[in-house]
Structure formats: structure tokens, C-alpha cells
């Protein structure tokens, strides 16, 4: 049996994903082992961040237009 070795960046590969591409990556690489579960501490960091984002949740009205478009410009830097 012959075999053929092919060069490829994996930088291009990923740049080229699409978001729910990369998730579906992840997902296997996590259910294959490869990607390590969160610590406690990393997990508690999470658990407050939730938290304190939830809290936005419903609550736009409390908000002032600055605080508004403040938190739309970090989410639109975050996810673009």
C-alpha cells in the first residue's frame, strides 16, 4: 500500500471554518480526549461571569445609552 504526504498549514485550515465548524472541531477534540476539562477554579471564574452577564439579561431598559452601546462595542469586538 502506497501513501502520500500532503503539507498543510492547519492555520489556513481553521481561518477558512466557520464558526459552527470550529465548535463541531472542538467538540470532537474534547470528546476524544485532546482538549482538557476546566479546572474548578477556571469553572468557578465562569460560573461568576455568567452570573454577572445574566443579570443584563432583561434589564436593558436600566441601562443608559452609553452603558448600551459600551456593551454592544465589546460584544461586536468580541464576535466579529
Known amino acids: 500500500m502506497s501513501f502520500i504526504?500532503?503539507?498543510v498549514d492547519i492555520d489556513?485550515?481553521?481561518s477558512n471554518m466557520g464558526?459552527?465548524?470550529k465548535q463541531?472541531?472542538?467538540d470532537e477534540l474534547y470528546a476524544d480526549g485532546y482538549i482538557a476539562k476546566k479546572d474548578d477554579?477556571?469553572?468557578s471564574m465562569d460560573d461568576e461571569w455568567?452570573?454577572?452577564v445574566h443579570k443584563l439579561f432583561n434589564n436593558k431598559w436600566r441601562l443608559s445609552k452609553e452603558d448600551?452601546?459600551?456593551i454592544l462595542k465589546i460584544a461586536n469586538k468580541i464576535v466579529c
Open 41 to 43: 477554579e477556571a469553572r
Open 19 to 21: 464558526s459552527y465548524d
Open 12 to 14: 489556513d485550515i481553521i
Open 68 to 70: 448600551e452601546e459600551t
Open 24 to 26: 463541531m472541531m472542538v
Open 50 to 52: 455568567n452570573a454577572q
Open 5 to 7: 504526504s500532503i503539507d
